[in-house]
């Protein structure tokens, strides 16, 4: 049958004229000359890039909802600040973490969430803090302040713009014992001069990083 098929092909490429020759070989060969044209990638803008370029010159302070908490604020400077979304993502991963770690029967974190500012910063910050040890330092560059219960200031600025490289989490953990205490939030950690700071604290605060930053927020 593909012998046949040879020969009736032949046969009347034989008997067409120059022309039409020319047109029925164009015609065969044009899917194998399409086959070996070199593959072009499509162009594609990275979303970082297109956001750096919007954020060029646009610094000024701007306070915006977290939808889904009742009275939580980020305040940010420039548009390459976390999102509203990715900090509400964040929100969640931890008030999980804390549940299954910690509990809340009477809900004391999961309100406090609720009514929270969380100020991120590409300043630059220092004062006299304690390490997560328990050691006092005088005038340390700190990357994140609890100054009360439902207000924390974090450093974005070597954190490439991913809250799970900046102190986010940390200071929640500190607000949340804040809450639960009522008169602080455990400053020096593992120190022993105040309570509430575990082993475990630090266990989820790695735990929980390393999930946002696969997350890629």
Same mark, same amino acid.
């Given at each position: 049958?593909?012998?046949?098929?040879h020969?009736?092909?032949?046969?009347?490429?034989?008997?067409?004229g120059?022309?039409?020759?020319?047109?029925?070989?164009?015609?065969?060969?044009?899917?194998?000359?399409?086959?070996?044209?070199?593959?072009?990638?499509?162009?594609?803008?990275?979303?970082?890039?297109?956001?750096?370029?919007?954020?060029?010159?646009?610094?000024?302070?701007?306070?915006?909802?977290?939808?889904?908490?009742?009275?939580?604020?980020?305040i940010?400077?420039?548009?390459?600040?976390?999102?509203?979304?990715?900090?509400?993502?964040?929100?969640?991963?931890?008030l999980?973490?804390?549940?299954?770690?910690?509990?809340?029967?009477?809900?004391?974190?999961?309100?406090? &969430?609720?009514n929270m500012?969380?100020?991120? =910063?590409r300043? !630059? #910050?220092?004062?006299?803090?304690?390490?997560? $040890?328990?050691?006092l330092?005088?005038?340390?560059?700190?990357?994140?302040?609890?100054?009360?219960?439902g207000?924390?200031?974090?450093?974005?600025?070597?954190?490439?713009?991913?809250?799970?490289?900046?102190?986010?989490?940390?200071?929640?953990?500190?607000?949340?014992?804040?809450?639960?205490?009522?008169?602080?939030?455990?400053?020096?950690h &593992?120190?022993?001069?105040?309570?509430?700071? =575990?082993?475990? !604290? #630090?266990?989820?605060?790695?735990?929980l990083? $390393?999930?946002?930053?696969?997350?890629?927020?």
């Amino acid at each position: 049958m593909i012998q046949l098929c040879h020969v009736n092909f032949f046969i009347i490429l034989k008997n067409m004229g120059y022309f039409a020759k020319l047109m029925l070989s164009m015609f065969l060969l044009a899917p194998m000359l399409l086959s070996s044209m070199p593959y072009k990638k499509s162009i594609v803008m990275e979303p970082i890039i297109i956001q750096a370029m919007l954020c060029l010159g646009d610094d000024r302070p701007e306070m915006s909802e977290i939808h889904g908490w009742e009275k939580t604020y980020q305040i940010t400077s420039g548009c390459r600040s976390p999102s509203t979304r990715h900090t509400d993502i964040a929100l969640n991963a931890f008030l999980k973490a804390w549940k299954e770690n910690f509990g809340d029967d009477q809900r004391i974190v999961e309100q406090n &969430l609720n009514n929270m500012i969380i100020v991120y =910063s590409r300043d !630059h #910050s220092s004062m006299t803090a304690y390490t997560e $040890k328990g050691v006092l330092v005088k005038d340390a560059e700190v990357v994140g302040v609890t100054s009360d219960k439902g207000y924390i200031w974090v450093s974005i600025r070597d954190t490439n713009d991913r809250i799970c490289n900046s102190s986010l989490v940390h200071e929640l953990v500190h607000a949340s014992i804040w809450a639960i205490r009522g008169d602080h939030g455990d400053p020096d950690h &593992l120190g022993d001069i105040y309570e509430g700071w =575990s082993d475990k !604290h #630090s266990e989820i605060i790695k735990l929980l990083d $390393k999930k946002i930053c696969m997350l890629g927020i």
